[in-house]
T-cell receptor
Framework: AQRVTQPEKLLSVFKGAPVELKCNYSYSGSPELFWYVQYSRQRLQLLLRHISRESIKGFTADLNKGETSFHLKKPFAQEEDSAMYYC?????????????FGTGTRLQVTL | ETGVTQSPTHLIKTRGQQVTLRCSSQSGHNTVSWYQQALGQGPQFIFQ???????GRGNFPPRFSGLQFPNYSSELNVNALELDDSALYLC???????????FGEGSWLTVV
């Protein structure tokens, strides 16, 4: 069965410091991976997906199939990055698709 | 701005009761999924509806059931509520296969 692991519950960094939120996955097929973010009092929203290989709000994530990882990175943290971040893996069977989420990492950016 | 709306936002029920949660999907989206998010956990997939049929289910007992209507809105029903059912219930909608999934703000259920 697929599984997503986010080993850190809380990551606290100073403003301007680099950020790396870790995500490892277990999946037998070809994975489709996402990062979702939840800012305070807001709904869960998509941050980025690996197939688009884009950078959103300065964040990037590279799929490493050898290490089964999809770590989220940003070179310089900003206060507004403070939020809950979830890594998720999509599994599609026919027309059905579901997301398997990790337990999330709270990013706290301090001055 | 996502158009997925859920109601009610908060509710309290007694163990053994039944609850119905409602979701209006984003315009044009024909697929609705429901997730349960317990405190301190990531969302867990309950089931998915596509064109009014259930077409995928997670590891949840049959007392969790759902419906999707012709306008693609959806309901989640939970019978015989247990204390462990206390959680945030999220509705998510998407269009055709491969499209982005949009989440609602969720319904907070407390079972006492």
């Amino acid at each position: 069965a697929q599984r997503v692991t986010q080993p850190e519950k809380l990551l606290s960094v100073f403003k301007g410091a680099p950020v790396e939120l870790k995500c490892n996955y277990s999946y037998s097929g070809s994975p489709e991976l996402f990062w979702y973010v939840q800012y305070s009092r807001q709904r869960l929203q998509l941050l980025l997906r690996h197939i688009s290989r884009e950078s959103i709000k300065g964040f990037t994530a590279d799929l490493n199939k050898g290490e089964t990882s999809f770590h989220l990175k940003k070179p310089f943290a900003q206060e507004e990055d403070s939020a809950m971040y979830y890594c998720a893996l999509s599994e599609t069977t026919g027309t059905a698709s579901k997301l398997t989420f990790g337990t999330g990492t709270r990013l706290q950016v301090t001055l | 701005e996502t158009g997925v709306t859920q109601s009610p936002t908060h509710l309290i029920k007694t163990r053994g009761q039944q609850v119905t949660l409602r979701c209006s999907s984003q315009s044009g989206h024909n697929t609705v999924s429901w997730y349960q998010q317990a405190l301190g956990q990531g969302p867990q997939f309950i089931f998915q509806y596509y064109r009014e049929e259930e077409n995928g289910r997670g590891n949840f007992p049959p007392r969790f059931s759902g419906l999707q209507f012709p306008n693609y809105s959806s309901e989640l029903n939970v019978n015989a509520l247990e204390l462990d059912d206390s959680a945030l219930y999220l509705c998510a909608s998407s269009g055709t296969y491969g499209n982005t999934i949009y989440f609602g703000e969720g319904s907070w259920l407390t079972v006492v």
